[in-house]
């Protein structure tokens, strides 16, 4: 099992940034991937960016490419989310996630509100 603890949420206005961090603890010995969703009031939990152990590669959701940037340090179990230029249409619940082995997204943590106002 893998736990994840989410930090970095609040409230900002448009333009400026926030960053997210999340703590994974547990079996975190495993090789995962690991990524940010979000979820807005009324809408489905959609994919931010995500980023692969195996090389770093990552990727990105079209709606945040070029102001998001997700790193991890394996070292410290550790992944973060810049939010550069936000917009309202960003405010969301926050997750950070991590895969299994099938490449399914199956833990989550509790989630952080990031709330953007115009």
């Known amino acids: 099992q893998v736990q994840l603890v989410e930090s970095g949420g609040g409230l900002v206005q448009a333009g400026g940034s926030l960053r997210l961090s999340c703590a994974a603890s547990?079996?975190?010995?495993?090789?995962?991937?690991m990524g940010w969703f979000r979820q807005a009031p009324g809408k489905l939990r959609e994919f931010v960016a995500g980023?692969?152990?195996?090389?770093?590669?990552?990727n990105y959701a079209d709606s945040v490419k070029g102001r998001f940037t997700i790193s991890r340090d394996n070292s410290k179990n550790t992944l973060a989310l810049q939010m550069n230029n936000l917009k309202p249409e960003d405010t969301a619940v926050y997750y950070c996630?991590?895969?299994?082995?099938?490449?399914?997204?199956?833990?989550w943590g509790q989630g952080t509100q990031v709330t953007v106002s115009s």
């Open positions: 980023i692969s152990w195996i090389d770093g590669n990552t």
């Open positions: 547990g079996r975190t010995s495993g090789r995962f991937g």
């Open positions: 996630a991590a895969q299994e082995s099938t490449g399914s997204w199956k833990y």
